[in-house]
T-cell receptor, first 115, second 113 residues
Framework: AQSVAQPEDQVNVAEGNPLTVKCTYSVSGNPYLFWYVQYPNRGLQFLLKYITGDNLVKGSYGFEAEFNKSQTSFHLKKPSALVSDSALYFCAVRDIGQAGTALIFGKGTTLSVSS | NAGVMQNPRHLVRRRGQEARLRCSPMKGHSHVYWYRQLPEEGLKFMVYLQKENIIDESGMPKERFSAEFPKEGPSILRIQQVVRGDSAAYFC???????????FGSGTRLTVV
């Protein structure tokens, strides 16, 4: 079975500091991994994805994520946080080998960036 | 490109009524997914459909909930005899195929009173 864990309900950082939002996953085969962001009363917006290739993936708004197969992690990072980055972040996974399955999302991590 | 369109944005129903939520996928997308978002619970998968077929409904409650994606028209998520616990945000997403990421709609916020 596929699963995603986001161990932190909330992450607080000061503007200008680096941020990390953690995600670990479990799939039986090779994973497709995604990060989405949700602003209040809005739908989810795609940030980035890992399918294959370079372990460091760059995405929208200056975000990047590092795929670590041995640790089964896909942490979201940004070198310098902005107040406008404050939102709810979701990690998602699907097993490449499981055709016909949908993305499974973590519970989400609320990022709060203070000025 | 209008994106994924969901309507209505807000829906209020009394207990026992039916709720119908509509989702028009992005142009060229034939795969539709429905998710439910409850406070403190994140995004829960409900059902995955392709045109005229249900691919995976493992996340759908066994009773009162149904979904369809007809050959013509939007995908419909139908909740019969709604109860207060059905109050949530329901999101639809679409994709062009089985791989890749999804494009989400803005959601329908269902309130059962």
């Amino acid at each position: 079975a596929q699963s995603v864990a986001q161990p932190e309900d909330q992450v607080n950082v000061a503007e200008g500091n680096p941020l990390t939002v953690k995600c670990t996953y479990s799939v039986s085969g090779n994973p497709y991994l995604f990060w989405y962001v949700q602003y209040p009363n809005r739908g989810l917006q795609f940030l980035l994805k890992y399918i294959t290739g370079d372990n460091l993936v760059k995405g929208s708004y200056g975000f990047e994520a590092e795929f670590n197969k041995s640790q089964t992690s896909f942490h979201l990072k940004k070198p310098s946080a902005l107040v406008s980055d404050s939102a709810l972040y979701f990690c998602a996974v699907r097993d490449i080998g499981q055709a016909g399955t949908a993305l499974i999302f973590g519970k989400g991590t609320t990022l709060s960036v203070s000025s | 490109n209008a994106g994924v369109m969901q309507n209505p944005r807000h829906l209020v129903r009394r207990r026992g009524q039916e709720a119908r939520l509509r989702c028009s996928p992005m142009k060229g997308h034939s795969h539709v997914y429905w998710y439910r978002q409850l406070p403190e619970e994140g995004l829960k998968f409900m059902v995955y459909l392709q045109k005229e077929n249900i691919i995976d409904e493992s996340g759908m409650p066994k009773e009162r909930f149904s979904a369809e994606f007809p050959k013509e028209g939007p995908s419909i998520l139908r909740i019969q005899q709604v109860v207060r616990g059905d109050s949530a945000a329901y999101f639809c997403a679409s994709s062009p195929g089985r791989t890749g990421g999804y494009t989400f709609g803005s959601g329908t916020r269902l309130t059962v009173v």
